[in-house]
């Protein structure tokens, strides 16, 4: 089956610290990988995508690049700041309707 | 603006009531789902609908039932089968429910708590 496994939380930084956050996965198929990111209260909000091996995904500062060879799409950003404090959650999709979720992982960026 | 509305934002239900939560959607998207958030945990898949008039099981199907009478609104009961249901409830939309590089588009949610 298809499964997602993230960086267990909380993860808690410094403003402008790096930031990593870890996501591996099995699949059947030729996954596409997802970020996406939910505010308290909120709902998920697409954050990045790849699509295919080496594609690298990027928006607002985070990326994460497709690795097909250790099947991970961990999530990075250069300088973290007090507005990015949220759930972070990986997904995959193999089509067919549905995607598969990772736990998520919560980040607090403190000032 | 285009988006998906989920309603009400908090709901309580009494012992062997049933409710229901409304989801509507203007993007004109064929797919709809719905997910159970719990607490520290990620999403699980109630049910999924790829067209009008057709729905499948998820993960978590039992003690929940869905309708997809129009392509814009994919309402979810909560019935007294469900004995378990406080959570955060997400519905969610994508274009083409069988492509793998769609993503989806999520609602506000909605909260459910037992009284």
């Known amino acids: 089956g298809n499964s997602v496994t993230q960086m267990e939380g909380p993860v808690t930084l410094s403003e402008e610290a790096f930031l990593t956050i870890n996501c591996t996965y099995t699949a059947t198929g030729y996954p596409s990988l997802f970020w996406y990111v939910q505010y308290p209260g909120e709902g998920l909000q697409l954050l990045l995508k790849?699509?295919?091996?080496?594609d690298k995904g990027s928006n607002k500062g985070f990326e994460a690049t497709y690795r097909k060879e250790t099947t991970s799409f961990h999530l990075e950003k250069g300088s973290v700041q007090v507005s990015d404090s949220a759930v972070y959650f990986c997904a995959l999709n193999v089509g067919a309707g549905k995607s598969t979720f990772g736990d998520g992982t919560t980040l607090t960026v403190k000032p | 603006d285009g988006g998906i509305t989920q309603s009400p934002k908090y709901l309580f239900r009494k012992e062997g009531q049933n409710v229901t939560l409304s989801c509507e959607q203007n993007l004109n998207h064929d797919a709809m789902y719905w997910y159970r958030q719990d607490p520290g945990q990620g999403l699980r898949l109630i049910y999924y609908?790829?067209?009008?008039?057709?729905?499948q099981k998820g993960d978590i199907a039992e003690g929940y039932s869905v309708s997809r009478e129009k392509k814009e609104s994919f309402p979810l009961t909560v019935t007294s089968a469900q004995k378990n249901p406080t959570a955060f409830y997400l519905c969610?939309?994508?274009?083409?429910?069988?492509?793998?590089?769609?993503?989806?588009?999520f609602g506000d949610g909605t909260r459910l708590s037992i009284l």
């Open positions: 969610a939309s994508s274009t083409n429910g069988a492509g793998r590089d769609q993503p989806q588009h």
């Open positions: 609908s790829q067209i009008v008039n057709d729905f």
């Open positions: 790849a699509t295919k091996a080496d």
